[in-house]
Structures are given as C-alpha cells and as structure tokens.
C-alpha cells in the first residue's frame, strides 16, 4: 500500500494505491483519490486485475485528471 498527499490540478488530495486479493483468490490493484472542496469530499476509485499495465496507466490518467471547480 501507498499514501500519498499531493495536488491533483490545482486542489489538495490524499492518493492511495493497494494491492489486494479478493474473495476468488485473484489479485486486484486499487488507485483511490480523495479531495475535499469547501464541505464536499469526493471519491475517485479505479479497481482493475493485478498486473494489467494497461490499466493500472489508464487509472492514474483518470485520477491525475480529476477537476473540481
């Protein structure tokens, strides 16, 4: 598991990224993004199977790609 506090275009976020293993016994990557704007939190989660590259480069484009006005 890795936390990081970063700026995601312009507003504050806490990123995670955790390598997990679900009730099947196959292995999940997970990218999360939190940010809070004035009272609202909102939530980006990108869940996809362990090791596909592409995907794991499709998620961090979703997340680094979050705008909140």
């Known amino acids: 598991r890795k936390v990081e506090a970063k700026q995601i275009n312009g507003n504050e976020a806490a990123t995670v990224q955790a390598t997990f293993t679900d009730s099947k016994k196959d292995k999940r990557e997970l990218q999360m ?3 809070n704007k004035g009272n609202i939190m ?5 869940l996809y199977k362990d090791g596909s590259e592409d995907k ?3 998620a961090t484009r979703i997340i680094e790609s979050i705008r909140i006005k």
Do not use: D, G
């Open 33 to 35: 993004a939190i940010l």
């Open 42 to 46: 909102y939530q980006v989660i990108c």
């Open 56 to 58: 794991r480069k499709e």
